[in-house]
Structure formats: C-alpha cells, structure tokens
C-alpha cells in the first residue's frame, strides 16, 4: 500500500470506529490504549523537548497483527496523551511486514530520531530485517532515512527491536536476535554515527557462554544503569514451565550485572512480573533521572481473536506507567509518582474479611495490608489470594472459561492494586513482585469478601481514578 491508501484507510477506521470503541465498557478509562486497532510494543519511549513521547506497535486497520506501523502519543505527565499524527507505516520494500518495534533518540543535532526494524516476509516463509531510521520532520511526521544495518553472519531473519543510546563517547545498539541453529542472543553494536554500526558480539542470551538450554529468540532487549548494576531486560520466547515459573507463553524477565561497554557479566534470569499479560516493556531516563518503563498488557498469539474488545474494533493497552528501582539486591517496579493526581476520595476498612462491605473498582487505587489468609474478588472473574509467604492471583480465562492461576512470594509488605475496567496490576511488597493481567469483568466490577481464611484481615485504602 502506498502512503496515500494507508491514510485514507486509517481516516475511515478512524471516523467509523472511535466512537465505537470508546463506548466498550472494557475500554480503559486512564491507560493508554489505541483508539481503533490493535496495539501491542511499547516504542521510541523518550522525553524530548519537555515532553514524554511514546510511540507503540500499531495496527490501525484491524485487531490482527498485521500492517504494524508506530502510533504516536505525547505527554508532560505520562497520564493524559494526545494523540499525534501516525509516525511510521510499513510502505517501502525494506519494510514491506511491518515496521517492527524499536527505540528513539535525540540525535547529535537534538532531532529526535527513530531506530526501527524493517521486517520484510517471502512466500517461501523466509524473512529478513533491516535496522532502520527516520527523523523528525518538523511538521509532525517522520522523514525514513531507510536501513542502516542487515543481518549479522551466522543469523536468521529474526534480528530486531534496536534499543539504541548514547554513553557519552559513542553510540550503543542492543538486538534481539535468534541464530541460525536457534539460540536466543541479544546482540551489541556500536557506532560512531546512527547510521555506522559495529558488531560487538552476543552479550546474553542461550547457549554456550550464556544461560544454557534458554529459548530459541530473545526479543526487545533493553540494557541499562540501575544504581549500582546494570539491567537487561529481554523477552525470551522458548522456555518450558517450571512449577510455578514461566507459566506464560514467552517470558519477560530481567538479568542483573556488570557492563563494561563489551561484555556484560551477569547472575540469572528473573521474571519482571509473574502475571499472566505482560511483555516488551522499554524504558527511559527522564530529565528527574527516573528509570520509567512502560510494557504491553499483552502477549504475542494469546487468544487474541477471542478477546471481548474485539467487536468494538480494538485490542490491547499499555500497562501503567511504572518506575524502576534497585533495591536490596532487586528489581522493584512502583506506579509513578504522577498516578497519584488520579486519586479521588480516599475510602478506608479495616477488619476481618467476611465484614468486607464491598466497593466498586471499575477505575480504582487499592492499598492493602493483608494479615492470615484470606482472599477478595475483583468482580466475579478474577480473585486475590494470600497466604503467609504467597500472593496469588486467579481469574477465569475469557476464552476457555477454566481458571487459571499465576502467584508470586510475598513477605508481607504491603500490596498495591491498579484496576482499570479490564486491567488488573499488582505491586507486592511494594513492588518487589508485580502480577499483571487482563480481565473481562463486564460492568462495574466491585471488590469483594471472598474465602475467610485463618487469622484473614484486611486494611484497605481505595481511591476511585479518574483521568
Ligand atoms: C514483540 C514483537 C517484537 C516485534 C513486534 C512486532 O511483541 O514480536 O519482537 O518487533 O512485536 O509487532
């Protein structure tokens, strides 16, 4: 499709489905979601020029995974976005299944600066993709400046979500890659210029040297200083469940190290939320010196037909905007600091479970601190469940109509709760564990009394949000 078609498609998908959408009673009223189509990565997450601009996965002609281009929102407080002229959509060779997922900057000049893969499909069902650019052209739009790197030897055609930043001297690439016998890697480049780029080598990933027997791809990797470590965050696709862990179809997870801008010598895998949606988060530094990340509620080929947003013409949302901390040895994830101007009037209990009276959550901030055991609805498709040293979290799959059940441990601190109309996220212990997930809860879910367990008790602050 030239430009030109793409535009007049996406005006009439506008015009006839926005109303539409909005109207769902799923429709998140604080989180950020597409306003038709189908939304999955978070993109080019930056602050520039004073304002945060987050550009994301976008099909805006349907809610399959298809013409994936960049959507773009900006804000000055992460909360209220407008939505700005479409960035990016697939209409050059270099890029002819997608302008897949990748990062922003400010370049050398100040301009902002897109990297991005260009994802290209043959009928023989081989692939290949190109790490590619566009610049701001000072009207709103974004001028390509086409592909500056083609996959590396010894690789397949799955090398992409280019993170790209600068560390002072020069620039940095990290690559979410899969070999040519199927090992998940990330990669590192550097350059000199964005459009000069180096290999370094492998940094992570499965196989020798690595962590072992560890997926077949990794992607949207994501590396950077946090106090006195440095983070990867990746998304491994491949890995078999293991008791309580790895429950999702891929994983997103965090390794902790040491990067000495070559090698990056790290301790192990961890899950960066034990829900049961979570996936390709980015992060950023903001001018405060906050670590912000945002992530998908949503993972690749889950049941995405089947989702009940899907006859008002939309599918999938952001998750909250989160800050990241490293703390006793951890990765802790809080809601930011801006989240609490939502805040209506705050409602308090304090009690034995079966006294719990029952509240409404359609759009809600719940504080809890949780003794005994216990548990509490979230309307009647999703439960809370505690017991000394775990947190659980069950709901009713929307597809299937069996339940299923994600859990993390817990050392007692207190647990936020973030409800959007069909968004649940979890921060346990302050936000050394966080649990995230869809859920379907039809109109005006409350939170309720759910099973008395021994020694059950609940003190519970809740602010409705409105944005
Ligand atoms: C992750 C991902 C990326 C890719 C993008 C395509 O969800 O598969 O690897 O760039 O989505 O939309």
Redesign the pocket.
Known sequence: MTENQFLRQIARQLLAGQLKAAADPHRPRWHLAAPVGLL??PNGFIEHDGRYHLFY?WNPLGCA?AN?GWGHVTSTDLLHWQHEPVALLPTEAYESH?C??GSAVSDEQGRLTLVY?G?VKYPDGSRTAYQCLARDDGQGGFEKLGPVLDLPQGYSGHV??PKVWHDGRQWLMVL?ARTLDDKGEVLLYRGDRLDAWTLVGPIAGSGRGGLGDFGYMW??PDLFPLGDRHLLIS?PQGIAPQGEYYRNLYQCGWLAGSFDGEHFAHGDFHELDRGFEF??PQTTLDSQGRRLLFG?LGL?EENEMSQPTIPYGWIHQMSCPRELFWQDEWLCQRPVAELAALKGELTSFEGVVSEFPGIAIDSAWLDLTLTGAGSLWLGTVAELIWQPGRILLRRQNWLSGEWEERSAPWLGGRITVLCDCSSLECFVDDGRQTLSARYFPGEKPQLSAGDAGEGGKICLNHWPLAA
């Open positions: 999955n990565d996965q995974h994936k997608g897949y997922s893969t994802n992409r979500d979410g992607e949207c998304c996936y390709a998908w690749p």
